[in-house]
């Protein structure tokens, strides 16, 4: 290859970094609370189990959530990835408004999403626990896969869909938490994912 081959190809190389880094940059907000409003869960229309890429998924509710993404963590190679290869840790009431989220220091891992302040909470614990999740995504679709792809921290997002139970014929199951009461292990909500806006 030429020198300008060379170069040109470096700068190709160069502008889908650019491009990537744009593409998963936070997305800021004045301070502020996003979304007032709490998530909604009420009896599914229909617990008929479904099927989808060699997992039986049972629902327990329909659930739509509007929330302010908090964090994103992305799997590939842990036993859950098949089924959920993607959780949002969301933020809704005070874990939506900036001038919060700007004393907190939030992280995942693990599937489990994490965090922690100095000095006083800027919300009583308990508030930020009935205002935050982690949530296990499930596309139903391709087309959901692709858009919950694209969501950027920060992001205000509006997924609709059903919280489920998860089974295999090995044995191997995951059950979603039907409150927004508690914290730790089995707290995250396991969603397949039917409709999702993610605007800014």
Do not use: K
């Not at 409150?179 to 409709?195: I, N, P, Q, Y």
Request: net charge positive.
């Amino acid at each position: 290859m030429t020198r300008r081959g060379w170069l040109a190809l470096a700068f190709v190389i160069a502008l889908l970094g650019a491009l990537q880094w744009a593409r998963q940059r936070p997305l800021t907000h004045a301070p502020g609370m996003r979304v007032a409003e709490e998530p909604t869960q009420t009896p599914p229309r229909s617990s008929a189990p479904v099927e989808l890429d060699g997992f039986t998924l049972t629902p327990l509710a329909d659930y739509r959530i509007r929330a302010r993404v908090l964090s994103r963590a992305d799997y590939r190679w842990d036993a859950e990835s098949a089924l959920s290869p993607l959780d949002l840790a969301l933020g809704w009431r005070g874990m939506s408004d900036s001038a919060v989220l700007a004393r907190l220091e939030i992280t995942q891992a693990a599937r489990y999403y994490s965090y922690r302040w100095r000095g006083e909470p800027p919300l009583p614990p308990q508030d930020i626990v009935r205002s935050s999740a982690n949530v296990h995504l499930i596309p139903a679709d391709a087309a959901v896969a692709r858009a919950l792809a694209r969501v950027r921290v920060g992001a205000l997002v509006d997924l609709r869909g059903q919280l489920v139970a998860a089974q295999r014929a090995d044995g191997w199951q995951w059950r979603s938490s039907l409150t927004r009461e508690d914290s730790g292990a089995g707290a995250c909500e396991l969603l397949l994912v039917r409709e999702v806006d993610a605007g800014h």
